[in-house]
């Protein structure tokens, strides 16, 4: 069984700093893509950012300059750090995993729990 378990979140002030950090465990055979989505209160999940086991990384348009997303390959952790942070990042932020479990060339698509993030004054 695949795990996501997140840590990091909390409440912040505006323009202020937090780190997420969630990390993969279980069986499985390769870990293809990661990332992290928000829901705030109301709305759709929508993406932040993601990165490849190769380092490449994606950004929506709202975080970039402010957000840095990073991998831990030997740990099977993503990071994300989140600067500048603007009461419109509040959200719960969920970490998304992509999973080949086998060498089957089959993905599958792992959440973890959420993890809230408030910026408030």
């Known amino acids: 069984q695949v795990q996501l378990v997140e840590s990091g979140g909390g409440l912040v002030q505006p323009g202020g700093s937090l780190r997420l950090s969630c990390a993969a465990s279980g069986n499985f055979f390769s870990i293809n893509l990661m990332g992290w989505y928000h829901q705030a209160p109301g709305k759709q999940r929508e993406l932040v950012a993601t990165i490849t086991p190769g380092g490449t990384t994606n950004y929506a348009d709202s975080v970039k300059g402010r957000f840095t997303i990073s991998g831990d390959n030997a740990k099977n952790t993503v990071y994300l750090q989140m600067s500048s942070l603007k009461p419109e990042d509040t959200a719960v932020y969920y970490c998304?995993?992509?999973?080949?479990?086998?060498?089957?060339?089959?993905?599958?698509?792992?959440w973890g729990q959420g993890t809230q993030v408030t910026v408030s004054s």
């Open positions: 998304n995993a992509i999973i080949q479990k086998s060498a089957l060339p089959r993905d599958y698509i792992y």
